[in-house]
Nanobody, 118 residues
Framework: QVQLVESGGGLVQAGGSLRLSCTAS???????????VAWYRQAAGNQRELVAM???????NYVDSVKGRFTISRDNYRNKVYLQMNSLEPEDTAVYYC?????????WGQGTQVTVSA
């Protein structure tokens, strides 16, 4: 069973930055390399939404609300994926989840809280 562990969340003032990290374990380097990895978020009372995704070929997609502010990247040698979040806004407050899809299953981390104060 693939395990995903997120870190890097916290409390930050509006306009600040955070960098989230997700480490995948119990997965080979090859399987990770060929997986799509994404960050989702869920704010209180809202549905979970896709924030950013990086495909196995390196192509990326972002939800419109974070374009130009967030950057997703992956390190296939360390089985890690990152989310650099700049110019944070109170509306970005949510629990952020790492997600990995290997073509057969999808796996989720436990989430990390990001709180942006006005």
């Amino acid at each position: 069973q693939v395990q995903l562990v997120e870190s890097g969340g916290g409390l930050v003032q509006a306009g600040g930055s955070l960098r989230l990290s997700c480490t995948a374990s119990r997965i080979s380097f090859t399987s990770f390399r060929f997986s799509a990895v994404a960050w989702y978020r869920q704010a209180a009372g809202n549905q979970r939404e896709l924030v950013a995704m990086v495909e196995n070929n390196g192509s990326t997609n972002y939800v419109d609300s974070v374009k130009g502010r967030f950057t997703i990247s992956r390190d296939n040698y360390r089985n890690k994926v990152y989310l650099q979040m700049n110019s944070l806004e109170p509306e970005d407050t949510a629990v952020y989840y790492c997600n990995l899809g290997d073509g057969r299953s999808r796996y989720w981390g436990q989430g990390t809280q990001v709180t942006v104060s006005a």
